[in-house]
Structures are given as structure tokens and as C-alpha cells.
């Protein structure tokens, strides 16, 4: 059974989007080629609200051998880092070096298990609506995200981890539009993202739309 695990945040969650986010459209997707009798990868989206690096780090052997065929092809793809840059009585969640250490620590497990990584880049929040945010009290900044995100791309070049690359590309364009409550991706957002996962994936799964 071949595999693709995804482990994420409220993002990757894809709960702001009644289709269900990205990750939705990724299993629907092969789900149709399975039904349609074409090779096919089985997904897992095993992301949850609030998620960090440390609860990844802590979840990834246990979730990952319990869906994984040995000498089967898998992919991870990780999509976290938001929750980590959050703040909470002015301090990040994470420390940013704890971040990058539990991101590496994560990619080369996944090495280890004969699994390809693959990391998601953060996504810029719209601050008039995150300062702090509605749910909790909580605050997201750019300049954070921003950061955290620099480090995922530091960590991903220097493991020669390949990496979907949304950041910069978002900030460069209105990219309130496509969040729903100025953090989580709206359906057009998350549709966004499919497209930019897709060129990464495809390649390697041979999967055609």
C-alpha cells in the first residue's frame, strides 16, 4: 500500500473550508484513481487544531509505523510551524531554535523509516484579525511567521528536503482574500494550495488530474 501521511495544523486540518482544505482534495483525488482501478497512494491527513513541532516530534513514529507498508513507497508531507511562531503573553509557543531542531529531528526520522519528506511552507496571517485572534488569546504576526518560515527553508535546504514554497508568493499578492478569518485559508485559499502541492506531488506519484 503505497502512502501519503500528512501531519499538520488547523491549516492542513482544513476545517475554515466546507470542501475540507487541500488535504481533502489530495484524498478525493486518489480515491478516484483507486476507484477507477489506476495506481493510487492511500492518504492520511493526520493533522489536528493547534498543533506544533513538539506535538509531531512527539506523535510521528507511532502514527507513521501504524499506516506504513515496509518496502512500500511513502511520502510525508509536514505542514506546521504557524502554531509554533504564535505568541502568548508576548512569547512564541515554540522557540524558534526549538522549531528548527524539532523540524529536522522529524525530517530525518522520516529518512530513517524510508519515507520522502516533503514541508509546506507557512502561510502570512492578516493582522487587523489576529492581534489577538478571535478564539483565543493568542496573537500571529507576520514578522514571526515570517521568521519561522525563513527556518523551515534553511532546515529544508540544508537536508536537501524539498519544500512548497507559499510564503513569499501570498505576501506578494492580496492575500486577505483567501483567508477566512485571517489565519485559516477560505476555499479558495486551500484551492491555492492543492495547485502548488499538486506540482510537487504528481511528479512523484505519477498521478494525472
Known sequence: MKTILIFGDSIAFGGNDPLGGWATKLFL????ADLNGEEHFVVFNLSNIGVTSRDVL????DETLRRIEKG?????LISIGVNDAARENNKNLVPLDEYASNIRTIFEEARRLKITPIAIDLLPCD???????????ITYLNKDL??????????CENLN???IHLFEEWTNANYELWLDDGLHPNTEGHA???EKVKEVIFPLTNSKE
Open 29 to 32: 483525488k486518489e480515491l478516484r
Open 58 to 61: 512527539s506523535a510521528f513514529n
Open 72 to 76: 512500500q513507497e511513502s511520502i510525508v
Open 127 to 137: 493582522e487587523s484579525l489576529t492581534q489577538p485572534v478571535s478564539w483565543a488569546p
Open 146 to 155: 515570517e521568521t519561522y518560515s525563513q527556518r523551515l527553508h534553511e532546515v
Open 161 to 163: 528536503v524539498q519544500i
Open 192 to 194: 491555492l494550495i492543492y
